[in-house]
Antibody, heavy 121, light 107 residues
């Protein structure tokens, strides 16, 4: 059974940093791109970042480029999101999601339950 | 960036109703479109990808149509478990973009 489980959310002050993790199981992790998608309270879904299966290709939303870094450890089946210079606009539930295949045109076929990041003083 | 525009933003319907949600892309995306269903406090679940292909385990009352820039999600006979918010998402290029969502609630 495919499972992805996020951790690392919490309360952080504006300007601070936080690192999210996602533990994956039930599939060959290195064969799939992985992504982070977020949802601000009461708002819609916003794609944040994607990393290729090998980790060699990374993509970011303009809103987080230069502040967030996505990475993966295929030996540990884990995905990470390092978030720096956090602002109140980054407050959201962050979902870890598996990309459906190795093509460049894929959707998010499995999602975690999400982890809440709150940026507030 | 490709903008995805859904309409309506919300729809009130009754069990048994036919519900149609549209999604328009600001430029052509061929059939690289996904539809998701999200219930309160839960992660989204993919219903259809690409544009017209029902995902495994999704009831046949859901269907998708369209290509290029105009797409439709149809629920042929609304069931109690279908009250939720629905999102479209283009998978054509980065940045990936979602529609703003359509909330289906009880009439």
């Amino acid at each position: 059974e495919v499972q992805v489980l996020e951790s690392g959310g919490g309360l952080v002050q504006p300007g601070g940093s936080l690192r999210l993790s996602c533990a994956a199981s039930g599939f060959t992790f290195s064969s799939y791109a992985m992504s982070w998608v977020r949802q601000a309270p009461g708002k819609g879904l916003e794609w944040v970042s994607t990393v290729s299966g090998s980790g060699g290709g990374t993509y970011y939303a303009e809103s987080v480029k230069g502040r967030f870094t996505i990475s993966r450890d295929n030996s540990q089946n884990t995905l990470s999101l390092q978030m720096n210079s956090l602002g109140v606009e980054d407050t959201a539930v962050y979902y870890c999601a598996r990309n459906s295949d190795g093509s460049g045109k894929n959707h998010f076929d499995f999602w975690g339950q999400g982890t809440l990041v709150t940026v507030s003083s | 960036d490709i903008q995805m525009t859904q309409s309506p933003s919300s729809v009130s319907a009754s069990v048994g109703d036919r519900v149609t949600i549209t999604c328009r892309a600001s430029q052509g995306i061929s059939s690289w479109l996904a539809w998701y269903q999200q219930k309160p406090g839960k992660a989204p679940k993919v219903l259809i990808y690409p544009a017209t292909s029902l995902q495994s385990g999704v009831p046949s009352r859901f269907s998708g149509s369209g290509s290029g820039t105009d797409f439709t999600l149809t629920i042929s006979s609304l069931q109690p478990e279908d009250f939720a918010t629905y999102y479209c998402q283009q998978a054509y290029t980065f940045p990936r973009t979602f529609g703003q969502g359509t909330k289906v609630d009880v009439k």
